[in-house]
């Protein structure tokens, strides 16, 4: 993908980023990378100091110039009261927060900002993974991905226009929303898949090694985000509280008519009446949502060709992998990896343009990857 550096940028610096963990240094990151001035600031020096070294702005101090744009990116409990700091800190400058939760945040700025509220945008970028802090920081965390503004009734259209143009810098799609109406999304798509891979993940916890060492893809991909940091998640589903519990709630009732159909199949027998129609329909159910989520960069879904391949636990082999691919002239849409413990090889598995699937499988073969047929 191109860094977002190569393209003029819009953003007038200097950007104070207050909040140098993931977000904040990954935008650091980008922006500094499109040479704009960022200002780096936190609660934690050590957290400055480390945006600092990776490159993502310097560290505030009172020689600097004031900021004209300030992104707050600490924890949503807190993210209130540092925006009305700042705007009062600040009054000519635009601010703008990315917590993942927006009603809470717009209800404090405008309960007390009185006239600073004029240049609040709230804003959430929805990127991310499931690490914290700056040393897991990415320029590219951004790119291609949407980035929901928040305008408050308000917020000046200047103040609209910045906020918007620092999501396009990075690499982002704004999307406008109002504030519940973020929030009742994002308990759907965001918060409840959270919930569900951290109880999911908590199922393991007294698993068996022998169960353990069997784990493949399916279990990896529903539980990648159980890793998140409990701290801020928790604080974003209390921020969130009432959305989410709707969400969950219908969870429950999905997953009670599931325990009632395995129930009378464990007593009666896997062919009793009433056991596998619901099973089926909760499978089916599930084909149809998954099939509305938009594909690669919040297009139409789209589907590829998936091609995996043997590839040796040695230093190298998947950068050689990857340099024969685009020898061949594949394009790799998308990647995943699976690795087993005390396995001497991984499985690598391309998505790729489904017209080129065959020649690829054919090249790779002859250039002596073993190619999985699947
Ligand atoms: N992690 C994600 O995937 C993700 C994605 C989109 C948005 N967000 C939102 O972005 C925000 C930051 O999340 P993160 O993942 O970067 O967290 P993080 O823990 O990596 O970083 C948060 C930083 O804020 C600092 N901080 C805490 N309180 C502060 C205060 N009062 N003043 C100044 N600094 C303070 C902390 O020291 C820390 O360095 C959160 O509001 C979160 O909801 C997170
Ligand atoms: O991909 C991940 O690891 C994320 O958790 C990112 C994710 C999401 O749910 O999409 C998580 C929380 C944020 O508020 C925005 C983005």
């Not at 709230?122 to 914290?132: F, I, L, N, Q, V």
């Not at 103040?159 to 308990?187: F, I, K, M, Y």
């Not at 928790?234 to 395995?262: F, K, M, Q, S, Y």
Request: glycine letters at 10%; a negative charge; aromatic letters at 2%.
């Amino acid at each position: 993908m191109n860094p977002p550096h190569s393209v003029p940028v819009a953003t007038r610096g200097p950007v104070r980023v207050v909040g140098t963990g993931l977000l904040g240094a990954s935008l650091g990151l980008a922006l500094s990378a499109a040479g704009v001035e960022v200002q780096l600031d936190d609660a934690s020096p050590a957290a400055v100091a480390l945006g600092r070294d990776l490159g993502a702005g310097r560290p505030v101090s009172p020689d600097l110039p004031d900021p004209r744009l300030i992104v707050v990116a600490t924890p949503p409990d807190v993210a209130g009261p540092v925006v009305l700091a700042q705007l009062r800190a600040y009054p000519a400058a635009v601010v703008t927060d990315v917590a993942s939760v927006k009603a809470r945040v717009a209800e404090h700025v405008e309960a007390h900002g009185g006239d600073d509220a004029a240049r609040y945008v709230g804003s959430h970028p929805m990127a991310g993974r499931e690490r914290s802090g700056a040393a897991a920081a990415d320029a590219d965390l951004f790119a291609g991905r949407p980035w929901v503004i928040v305008p408050s009734a308000r917020s000046t259209p200047d103040a609209v226009l910045a906020v918007r143009s620092l999501a396009v810098d990075v690499g982002a799609t704004p999307v406008t929303l109002g504030a519940q109406e973020h929030d009742d999304a994002v308990a759907l798509v965001s918060h409840l898949p959270q919930l569900a891979a951290s109880l999911v993940a908590a199922r393991l916890r007294e698993a068996p090694e022998t169960a353990l060492a069997l784990a493949g893809q399916g279990l990896r991909d529903v539980t990648r985000i159980a890793a998140s940091d409990p701290q801020l998640w928790a604080t974003i589903l209390v921020g969130n509280a009432g959305p989410v519990a709707a969400a969950l709630r219908a969870l429950r009732d999905d997953v009670d008519v599931t325990l009632e159909a395995l129930e009378r199949a464990a007593a009666d027998g896997p062919l009793t009446e009433g056991a596998a129609g619901p099973l089926a329909r909760v499978v089916a159910a599930g084909n149809t949502g998954v099939a509305r989520i938009p594909g690669k960069h919040g297009g139409a879904p789209r589907r590829y060709a998936e091609v995996t391949v043997l590839v040796p636990d040695e230093p190298g082999e998947l950068g050689r992998l990857f340099g024969e691919v685009g020898e061949i002239g594949v394009n790799i849409e998308d990647l995943q990896l699976e690795h087993s413990a005390r396995q001497p090889v991984g499985m690598a598995t391309v998505s790729v343009d489904p017209a080129a699937a065959a020649r690829l499988e054919t090249e790779l073969g002859l250039r002596g990857w073993r190619v999985v047929v699947g």
